[in-house]
């Protein structure tokens, strides 16, 4: 198995193929600020193969630092799912980058169903080595449980590299409106129906 970085006329077929029908909308952010993000240096779309087929996808945003890296899309391509591709493709990752850290959809929906399939999402990254972190977060509307796969045991010092992705891109009144990392005891969630493209 192997990661395949993409170019953007490669990120462009995946988003418009795979990733408009594998994510809702609220949480796809707009293709032409991950093509940005590339111009930046600081992403990258890695596509999974395995004897030279494609397999999944993998999109990972880098801290400026580089320590650690944002998994912030991660797909296994349909029909071929519940066959532990995903682990493989977690473990290719995490020799590539060292420290994984993302999000999950927290399990708040009004609907029980979704909320069942959101706790399978986060077993399953758990399973994987992943740790549920002390802070959740919300990203234009979309609360967030926050998952870790690494060496660091200090949550703070991981939500420190995880808040560094989005201030090393965002202006600080957008990361004042849109991005509440980390979402405190209580507060309110700022609406936002989807990712808004003035903020990029």
């Not at 006329?9 to 418009?16: C, K, R, S």
């Not at 004897?51 to 999109?59: D, M, S, T």
Request: hydrophobic letters at 40%.
């Amino acid at each position: 198995m192997e990661l395949k970085l993409l170019n953007k006329e490669e990120l462009t077929a995946l988003y418009q193929n795979e990733m408009t029908v594998d994510f809702p909308r609220a949480e796809l952010k707009p293709l032409a600020a991950m093509l940005r993000l590339m111009d930046m240096g600081c992403y990258e779309p890695l596509l999974v193969t395995e004897n030279g087929k494609p397999v999944g996808y993998a999109i990972v945003w880098l801290s400026e630092h580089r320590e650690g890296a944002l998994l912030e899309y991660f797909g296994v391509l349909r029909g071929l799912r519940n066959g532990g591709l995903g682990t493989k493709i977690l473990a290719l990752l995490m020799e590539r980058y060292g420290q994984l850290f993302g999000e999950a959809e927290a399990p708040c929906s009004d609907a029980p169903a979704e909320n069942d399939l959101r706790r399978r999402r986060i077993a399953f990254y758990e399973r994987n080595g992943f740790r549920v972190l002390d802070y959740e977060c919300a990203l234009f509307g979309v609360q967030f449980n926050c998952l870790y796969r690494g060496p660091e045991t200090d949550d703070r010092k991981v939500e420190a590299m995880h808040r560094g992705v989005y201030a090393g891109y965002f202006s600080p009144a957008h990361m004042e409106r849109y991005i509440q990392l980390p979402l405190r005891p209580g507060e309110e969630i700022h609406p936002a129906p989807e990712w808004v493209e003035e903020a990029f």
